[in-house]
C-alpha cells in the first residue's frame, strides 16, 4: 500500500466506497426486519428479498472495487496519534470486516441457490443457480448467514464505536481521516 506522508486523509475514492459499503450493510440488514409484514408468496416479501440479494452483490462489488483502490491508492502514513496497540488492534478489526464483507454476501448467494432462485443484481443482470435444491441443507446455511451477517454488523457498529470515540474523547485524527470533506473540518 504506497503512502503519501504529505496525506492527511483517504482518498475520495476509498472514502465513497467506504460509506456506501456503510450505507448497502445497513439497507442489507434492515430490510430482513420488515420480513414478517409481508405474507409468504406475496410480491412485496419478493421485492424484499430482491433488494437485500441485490444490495449483497452490491457489497461485493464494493468490496471487490475497494482492495485495489486501498492497495494500489495512495494513502495516508498511520497516525501519528495512534499506539501500536491500538493499531494492531485496528487491523485486526478491518481484517475481520474484510471477511465478514466477502464470507457474508456469498453464503447468502448460496443459500438463494441452494432455494432454486436465481440471483439478480438489480434487475441488470441474473445468476442462474449451478446447484440443485436443497431446501434442508438451505435451513441450515440459512443459520450461518444470520450469525455472519449478525458479527458483521456487531463488528461495524464496534468500528463505528471506537471511530467516535477517538473523534470524540481523544480528539486526534482518526475519524477525520475517513469523513467526507465538509464533515471533516
Excluded: Q
Excluded at 35 to 41: A, K, L, T, V
Excluded at 85 to 111: E, Q
Amino acid at each position: 500500500m504506497p503512502v503519501d506522508p504529505k496525506l492527511s486523509r483517504y482518498g475520495a475514492p476509498l472514502r465513497a466506497i467506504h460509506w456506501l459499503t456503510v450505507l448497502s450493510i445497513i439497507v442489507a440488514f434492515g430490510i430482513t426486519y420488515f420480513e414478517d409484514f409481508f405474507p409468504r408468496g406475496t410480491p412485496g416479501r419478493a421485492t424484499l428479498w430482491w433488494t437485500h440479494i441485490s444490495v449483497g452483490l452490491l457489497v461485493i462489488a464494493l468490496v471487490a472495487a475497494r482492495i485495489p483502490v486501498r492497495i494500489f491508492g495512495r494513502n495516508p502514513p498511520p497516525s501519528p496519534e495512534v499506539s501500536r496497540p491500538v493499531a494492531i488492534a485496528s487491523h485486526i478489526v478491518h481484517g475481520l470486516l474484510y471477511l465478514l464483507l466477502i464470507a457474508t454476501p456469498l453464503v447468502g448467494i448460496y443459500l438463494a441457490f441452494l432455494r432454486g432462485g436465481d440471483v439478480s443484481f438489480f434487475s441488470l443482470f441474473s445468476i442462474p443457480s449451478p446447484i440443485a435444491v436443497n431446501r434442508d441443507l438451505a435451513r441450515e446455511v440459512i443459520e450461518v448467514h444470520e450469525w455472519l451477517a449478525n458479527g458483521l454488523v456487531i463488528l461495524a457498529v464496534l468500528h463505528a464505536a471506537a471511530a467516535v470515540a477517538h473523534h470524540v474523547v481523544l480528539k486526534d485524527d482518526v475519524l477525520k481521516r475517513m469523513l467526507p470533506e465538509r464533515a471533516a473540518r
